[in-house]
């Protein structure tokens, strides 16, 4: 019996549209995308028989696993995947951000300016932007200048959207163009380096995933446990409706560009750290991976539909394609044109998505 009477009104349950979460099918594709690459080492005669994953000479590392590649795929989409949490809260509510990649690199060279170490091999810091008062700061102060930076340009991103009415690709990809500006005028194209020790920390070793798992784990209870999370869901499936509710849209989508833009500003923060230099082309195409990674992971490009669960998984999936790419030695310009043919392929698979929704419906 396919259907049974059950709730208030004699509601009927039918069993045969029963279906497991999104989250469950991204993590399918996550382990065939690993299983078609483990097979194409084996296939493929240049790779003579290597695997991607696993590495059976257990006396390197005491496991089976490659322990070293999965580290290198968890690393490459861990910054990009702080700047997808904040991706996704945007596309939720509706909108869309291009300019977090070029904010990127705009806070690197801002915020390395206030983490300089006074003393290179006991040599004056060669590369030092500011005078005295800006060597060997508390790592406090680059840390805020750079959530602050990033807060103002997601402001002035939300308040044009909110108030303008400006359509967010015209609004961010305007900002897109100011932050990449900025990141060139800033010591005019010259790079930024040698941070003090505690300003390296923040990105050192595996620090970069720590940061992103946490920030994942508390923005996960911020979209499911709090009022925020609720508006933000509710903007993005009918923002007349939102409105007609009593929600402030204007301050909230306000508000949401501002946490997207503090999280691309804490991944800049994170890098630089990371490769203790700051350049003007730091964040290249971070935009679009970022909105990759969420869309793979389930986020609906026409808003209020998402997790950051399904986030976290679309950057392992998108790490492990990457990372597979290099695996099976394709070459650089192919790994782009296959970048962008997932991208594409990704926002094809959510327009599938949301019409087998509506039929269903």
């Known amino acids: 019996m396919a259907e049974e009477s059950h709730g208030i009104g004699g509601l009927k349950y039918d069993k045969s549209k029963r279906s497991w979460p999104g989250e469950v099918n991204i993590f399918f594709a996550l382990i065939i995308i690993i299983l078609i ?7 493929l005669p240049y790779m003579r028989g290597q695997s991607m994953l ?16 999965i580290k290198i795929i968890i690393l490459q989409v861990a910054i990009i995947g702080i700047i997808a949490l904040g991706v996704t809260q945007v596309i939720i509510s509706g909108g869309i951000d291009l300019s977090s990649g070029p904010l990127v690199g705009a806070t690197a060279m801002i915020v390395m ?3 300089q170490t006074e003393l290179v091999n006991g040599q004056l810091n060669p590369k030092a932007v500011f005078g005295a008062w800006a060597f060997d700061l508390p790592v406090l102060i680059p840390v805020i200048v750079g959530l602050c930076f990033g807060a103002f340009i997601g402001a002035i991103n939300g308040s044009l959207i909110a108030f303008t009415g400006i359509p967010p690709f015209i609004a961010t990809l305007g900002m897109f163009l100011i932050c990449r500006g900025i990141a060139q005028w800033w010591t005019r194209g010259q790079p930024v380096s040698f941070p003090t020790e505690s300003y390296a920390w923040l990105g050192s070793g595996m620090m970069p995933v720590v940061w992103f798992l946490l920030l994942a784990f508390l923005f996960h209870f911020v979209l499911k446990f709090t009022v925020y999370g609720k508006h933000t869901y509710a903007i993005g499936s009918n923002e007349a409706a939102a409105r007609m509710s009593g929600i402030n849209v204007r301050r909230h989508k306000v508000m949401v560009y ?46 209020g539909r998402g997790s950051i669960i399904g986030t976290v998984l679309g950057a392992m999936v998108f790490g492990v394609i990457q990372s597979g790419f290099t695996y099976i030695k394709l070459d650089a310009f192919y790994q782009l044109m296959a970048m962008g043919a997932i991208i594409i392929s990704a926002v094809v698979l959510d327009q599938w998505r949301q019409k087998s929704a509506a039929a269903k419906a």
């Open 37 to 43: 690459f483990e097979a194409l080492g084996q296939l």
């Open 54 to 69: 696993f590495d059976f000479n257990t006396n390197r590392d005491g496991t089976i696993l490659n322990i070293a590649r």
């Open 113 to 115: 300016s206030f983490a």
């Open 258 to 303: 501002m946490i997207a833009s503090m999280l691309a500003a804490f991944a800049a923060i994170i890098l630089s750290s990371k490769n203790l230099t700051a350049q003007t082309g730091m964040g290249q195409f971070y935009e679009l991976f970022a909105i990759a990674m969420a869309v793979i992971g389930g986020v609906s490009l026409t808003g």
